[in-house]
Every structure is written in structure tokens, then in C-alpha cells.
């Protein structure tokens, strides 16, 4: 069982296998931006089974993979097969933003993926490009219709609260995710990269009340192994997630570490620590000095952020280890 040093077991890795993205979403990525991992530094399908295998062997059980857009990355079917057969690995996920769901979603869910994430910020096409700074609203819906057809459950719908952005919009998208059976996360921002500080973080707090009352949630669990504190309806049909990391912080009950596409890895999304796995693997290192590199970055996992205090710290942007 691998634990960090503050007793919290690890058993959850974010798993990022490209930092290419087909949109620009204002709190992720600047528009412009041009500073991509180069290729040659992606680890290779072979380098990603190695280390998910070791996590796994040291008792890691959820997988993730995660942005840029994962659906860009080649054969991520192919990836998703040979991780969801390795032993000890019993939930493999995925995060997306749904706009190559409809010609791969049945490819994934053929390849182990039971779960999907999607990134869904507007339901309002204007509102959506001006987010994403991509016309890309129904290429979304369309995805989201694939996976649900082909199966995929829990659909979770990811929706980052930017005050005057589309904190308008709440109500509408819980009334959508109920009509179609989807969960719904709401989620505030967080000050990882400039992008982050500036996209108007509203705390969710108020809103939280305001849906348990307006929809008659009690508070409730679903499966997965996020921060999320959920509502549920009382006939259990709907799902209502809130991710606080300012507000209401979670690090207490933190069970991730995130690995970059460069090899990378990160015991905290809101720490600049890191452990350099793609220099270890390439280097030749044994299984055993494998094993020693992922305890050792686990152990550097602070007992907390510091986004509250210290909220220029993280300097990368977040599509760079992903959400």
C-alpha cells in the first residue's frame, strides 16, 4: 500500500498523455500559446504500461487519463487496452472534452474505459466559443450522445464556475444532466498558471445551497475516487458535484498523484515538487529503482496547497499535468 508521509493512502493516478488541445479554454491555456512538450519527450505506450504497472504493483487501483484533449493522442484505444488488463488496475477513466467522442467512443468503451469526465463550461453556442475560443458546442453534444449510447456510466459533466462568465448558466445545466442522466460537477478555479488567476474564481458555496433547496438533494456518495462532494435526488436519478480546492479545501482526503506526458511526476497539483520518471526509464533503471522513484515522489506530497496563500506559485499552466 503506498501511503505519503501524512498517512494518506495513494491508490488514484492522473495520467496526462498529451498537452495538445483542440480548444483554448481562458482558464487553461492561453490562446496564443506555443510552448508544447516536444514529442521526443512523450513517453511512449511502452513507457506508460511500465510505470502504470509499478503504481499498480505498489497498489495504485484508479487510472485517469487526462489533457491537453487525450482523444488526440494516436491509438489511445490501443493504450487504454493494454492498461485496463494489467493486474490491480480495476478503474480506468477518462477525461475529455468530448469532440472526437462521436467516431472513438466506441473504440474506448470496447477498450476498458467505463467511466467519462467531460469538460462542458456553456451550453449557449456563443458563450462556448467565446470559453474555448472554438465554434465547437455541437461537436460536444454529438460526442456526449455517443458515449452515452455506447454505454459509458457515470457520464460526469465538468463545468468550471467563472463569476460572469457563465455562472448563469447553472440552473440550465443542471436541468440538462437531469434530462439526459448525466452527474453534474461543479467546479471552482484554481490559480494554476496566469490563465488560472485570471478566469474568476467564484466560490461555490451559495450555489450549493441555493441547488439543494431549489432540486431537494441530500447529501450522498457515487463511485470514483475524485474530490468531489456530491448532493444526490431522493429517487437517486441525479447527481450534484462540487469541487472546492479555495473555498473548501480537500487535501485532507487527497489520494492522487499526476504524472505529466513528459514523464513527469507530480504528488500535487498545487506544489512545484516533481520526480523525473522519463530520465529514470530511459536511463535503463531496474523495476526496483523504478518502485524507489514513485515512493519517493508519493513522499514529497505536501500535507497541503497553498493556492490561498500563495497564489502565483504554480507557474505552468494546468493543461500541462491536466485537471
Not at 152 to 178: H, L, R, W, Y
Not at 265 to 272: A, I, Q, R, V
Not at 296 to 311: A, I, T, Y
Amino acid at each position: 500500500m503506498l501511503r505519503d508521509n501524512h498517512g494518506r493512502r495513494i491508490d488514484y493516478l492522473r495520467l496526462s498523455v498529451t498537452d495538445r488541445c483542440d480548444m483554448r479554454c481562458a482558464y487553461c491555456m492561453p490562446e496564443g500559446f506555443k510552448g508544447y512538450e516536444e514529442a521526443a519527450h512523450w513517453l511512449s505506450f511502452d513507457e506508460i504500461e511500465r510505470v502504470v504497472a509499478a503504481f499498480a504493483r505498489l497498489g495504485v487501483q484508479r487510472v485517469r487519463l487526462t489533457w491537453g484533449e487525450p482523444l488526440l493522442r494516436r491509438d489511445l484505444a490501443g493504450l487504454a487496452r493494454r492498461l485496463s488488463a494489467l493486474p490491480g488496475i480495476s478503474d480506468l477513466s477518462l477525461s475529455t472534452n468530448a469532440t472526437q467522442l462521436t467516431r472513438q467512443a466506441e473504440a474506448l468503451r470496447g477498450a476498458g474505459i467505463a467511466r467519462l469526465n467531460v469538460s462542458l463550461d456553456s451550453l449557449d453556442r456563443d458563450r462556448f466559443a467565446a470559453i474555448t475560443k472554438r465554434d465547437a458546442l455541437p461537436a460536444v453534444l454529438n460526442g456526449l450522445a455517443a458515449a452515452k449510447a455506447a454505454g459509458f456510466s457515470p457520464i460526469k459533466i465538468n463545468t468550471v464556475v467563472m463569476a460572469g462568465v457563465n455562472d448563469q448558466e447553472i440552473d440550465a445545466m443542471a436541468d440538462f444532466c437531469i434530462e439526459r442522466g448525466f452527474v453534474l460537477r461543479l467546479i471552482e478555479t484554481m490559480p494554476v498558471g496566469s490563465t488560472g488567476r485570471s478566469a474568476g474564481f467564484m466560490a461555490l458555496g451559495p450555489i450549493q445551497e441555493r441547488l439543494r433547496e431549489r432540486l431537494g438533494l441530500v447529501h450522498g456518495l457515487i463511485p470514483g475516487g475524485g474530490p468531489a462532494r456530491y448532493l444526490i435526488s431522493p429517487d437517486g436519478r441525479f447527481s450534484l458535484g462540487f469541487i472546492t480546492p479555495l473555498s473548501q479545501h480537500f487535501c485532507e482526503t487527497c489520494n492522487r498523484v499526476r504524472m505529466g506526458v513528459d514523464g513527469m511526476l507530480y504528488p500535487c497539483l498545487g506544489d512545484n515538487g516533481r520526480v523525473d520518471l522519463r530520465s529514470l526509464l530511459r536511463g535503463g533503471c531496474s523495476e526496483r529503482e523504478l518502485e524507489t522513484a514513485l515512493v519517493k515522489g508519493v513522499r514529497l506530497k505536501p500535507l497541503r496547497h497553498d493556492f490561498l496563500e500563495v497564489p502565483e506559485k504554480i507557474v505552468r499552466f494546468m493543461s500541462s499535468t491536466g485537471g
